[in-house]
């Protein structure tokens, strides 16, 4: 069992990942800015997850996740970074704007969205993950979900903590990707994804056929 912390666990996403941890025996520690907001959503969601603000979710955790919008990061994280210190933090943010025209990427001076959470959280060990799973497909439970989660990271560690917590959501298939600072490729293919679903009423997300990933796991 991990104690989880969702950092806007209120959200689309947060309730999709809260939903299915909490079903698959994981302590969610679900965060808002607003406490009473925390309640409300964890009263709807039917499963046992404990609202919280977001400095106590961080507080509480073994592993956070990350799922704010991207315009908004910057105010929440800057506040928890003595929380978070040491800890596993996957960011799922996404730097994106949507106009009449639909999404498009956007350009982050650090490089991607996880990158700058690496910089205001300073201490975490930051893991660039979950840019690719729909929402919509988490929070329907008896949807089937058939997925890879690469995830980018500088720390081994973390990315083995961001694997056990992905392994609890079954049709999820995670695994290490590479550096940090390969998150800006994660993170800008959602756009894609989300055009692709748009355009096809879908909630598809991407695998990597032909991986052996026993042979890329670290010598022990
Ligand atoms: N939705 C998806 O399917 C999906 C999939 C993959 C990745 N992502 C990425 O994951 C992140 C969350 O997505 P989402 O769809 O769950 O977002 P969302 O529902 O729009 O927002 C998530 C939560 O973030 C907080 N929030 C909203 N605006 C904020 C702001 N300006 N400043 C600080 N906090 C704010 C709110 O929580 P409180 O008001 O309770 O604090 C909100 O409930 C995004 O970066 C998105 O690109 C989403």
Known sequence: MM???????TGKLGRGLALRLASAGHEVWLGSRDAE???????????DVRPVTNAAACAAAD????????????????????????????SAVVPLVVDAAGPRPLDVSEGSA??????????????????WVPAPSLLKL???????VP????????????????DAIKGL?????GPL???????????????????YHGHTSMRFPGLDLAAGRPEA
């Open 181 to 199: 600072r390969l998150a800006r490729s994660l993170e800008g293919l959602t756009p894609l994804l989300m055009s692709v679903n748009k355009r």
């Open 173 to 177: 298939r995670a695994f290490h990707a």
């Open 142 to 148: 008896d949807a089937v979900l058939e997925m890879d």
């Open 3 to 9: 104690r989880v912390g969702l950092v806007g666990g």
């Open 63 to 90: 592993i956070v996740v990350v799922v704010v919008p991207y315009r908004g990061q910057a105010q929440v994280l800057r506040g928890l970074g003595e929380q978070t210190a040491g800890k596993p933090v996957v």
């Open 114 to 131: 996880a990158e700058q959470c690496q910089v205001l959280l300073g201490a975490a060990r930051v893991v660039a993950g979950l840019q």
């Open 151 to 166: 995830l980018c990271s500088d720390d081994d560690d973390a990315v083995a903590a961001a694997v056990e917590l992905c």
């Open 37 to 47: 907001r925390a309640d409300r959503v964890a009263a709807d969601l039917g499963v």
